[in-house]
């Protein structure tokens, strides 16, 4: 066990360190210089994905979160509507299916009870075709998809998802460039971001070096029982995955909420008491996003900001502070904006002394339902 962690402490640790390799080698001969390689989602692939006309995405827990920052890309870039929701309702609601739907099972085990039910579900309902994107390759969801598209993670042990998580999002940034590639996107924007997505590993391995100032501010969330994350866009569902691994492994009540819904309810719960945590990439809702951070300054909040290295930010708030993370390009700051934040819940957790690599009442693979 102590040889297999090596220098780390936790597996989890170990698993937030190895992203850079574990992304890399998803991207690896299936992205060049000219863009996504032919066929690499098995197949008959490219054939099947050219028809698509419209994307419905299946999954449970994190591996959910990794389907709602999809479907911004795929809205974004290739111009298909998305519909995203987690298996155990999928499964029990009569969904209606459009004419070309591409139905996507985002799984990190593959044997997850209710994604693999989903997914045989789905078989009823008329799709054009399954997708899995998927960790394990002898899993059940793999051999019954379409299909595939492998994250090549490695073995994750700890039950709190990390390197499974953004190298679901390398291979459903792949997935979002092949659609919008065959949908028309400008092809200097897509070599672009083509480009952008094989700087990823290099990103992540900058993030990680964020770790001395996040294991400090992680002293703060010792005594607390609440938190609250703010993120908009894109970066919403980085929000629900940073609260996700902040709850699952130092339990501490967290929620998620897109800033802008804040006024709506969130904001009577900020007080001197409850850290809020926020991720401001730059871009055109970073303006938006100041005035909600305002509005959380003005009650006592400590505010704790992760900021794009090229957002303007004023100086450190009264009460928390801003730490800067180079994103690296508006596509894949989801991903790299992950990082920082699952190094927050972890140095939280081993603050708190819980047990991280195996957090109470959870299992890493869910297959009875
Ligand atoms: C469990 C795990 C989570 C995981 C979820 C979905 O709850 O603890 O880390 O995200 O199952 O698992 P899957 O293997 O389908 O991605």
Sequence with gaps: DAVERGEYRHYMQKEIFE???????????????HGVLPNIFGVGGDELLAKVR?????????????????KYWIEEYARLPVAVEVASEYRYREAVVPADTLFVAISQSG????????????????????????????????READLKLMTRAGPEIGVASTKAFTTQLAALALLTLRLAHER?????????????????????????QL????????????PRHHALFLGRGVQFPVALEGSLKLKEISYIHAEAYPAGELKHGPLALVDEDMPVVAVAPNGPLLDKLKSNLQEV??????????????????GNPSRGSVLRVDAGGEFIAPAVFTV???????HV???????????????????VE
């Excluded at 045989?120 to 309902?125: A, G, L, P, Q, T």
């Excluded at 770790?211 to 002293?219: G, S």
């Excluded at 920082?340 to 972890?346: D, E, F, H, R």
């Design 297 to 314: 300054r003005a009650r006592g909040g400590e505010l704790i900001v992760f900021a794009d290295k090229a957002a303007p930010m004023d």
């Design 54 to 70: 419209g994307v419905h995405i299946i999954a449970c827990g994190t591996s959910y979160h990794a389907g709602l920052v999809a």
């Design 340 to 346: 920082p934040l699952q190094l927050l819940s972890y």
């Design 211 to 222: 770790e001395p100032e996040i294991q400090a501010l992680a002293e703060h969330f010792i």
């Design 19 to 33: 992203q850079p390799r574990a992304v890399a080698d998803t991207l690896e001969s299936r992205i060049g210089p």
């Design 111 to 142: 044997e997850t009870a209710d994604t693999l039910a989903a997914m045989r579900e789905s078989r009823r309902r008329g799709y054009l075709g399954t997708l899995a994107i998927c960790n394990v390759p002898e899993s059940s969801v793999v």
């Design 349 to 367: 957790a081993v603050l708190r002394g819980t047990d991280v690599d195996q957090p109470r009442n959870l299992a890493k693979s869910v297959t």
């Design 184 to 208: 028309g996107l400008d092809e200097t924007r897509y070599l672009a971001l083509c480009e952008q997505l094989q700087s990823l590993p290099r990103m992540i391995e900058q993030a990680l």
